[in-house]
């Protein structure tokens, strides 16, 4: 299989429900398909989130397993470049340089 990464933001409250609908908007995710996602453990393991409604807190890494491999991205090519315009921006400033 194929890794990617990719990167969304939520706002510093967020909960977990929150973190899935960013993932839905950034991905352009079917509102059919479930998004699970889960916390890094050790060992290549992970680690579900207690509930939809948890607080992320100091998250700052998920995985996403989702119930239906996917073969393709479900992403049109314009938004794809969207996003990567708008990290482009975002890493571009002193800012985001100072958090590095």
């Not at 706002?11 to 991905?27: F, G, K």
């Not at 060992?43 to 207690?50: A, R």
């Not at 939809?52 to 119930?67: I, N, Y």
């Amino acid at each position: 299989y194929t890794k990617i990464q990719f990167f969304c933001s939520v706002h510093a409250d967020a909960t977990v429900e929150d973190l899935h609908q960013a993932i839905r908007d950034v991905l352009q995710w079917p509102e059919d398909q479930p998004v699970n996602i889960t916390k890094p453990g050790s060992d290549k393991s992970s680690v579900p989130f207690q509930s939809h409604t948890a607080k992320l807190g100091g998250v700052r890494e998920v995985l996403l397993d989702p119930a239906v491999r996917l073969y393709e991205l479900p992403m049109s090519v314009r938004r794809a470049r969207e996003l990567l315009n708008s990290v482009n921006v975002l890493a571009s400033t002193e800012s985001f340089e100072r958090e590095l």
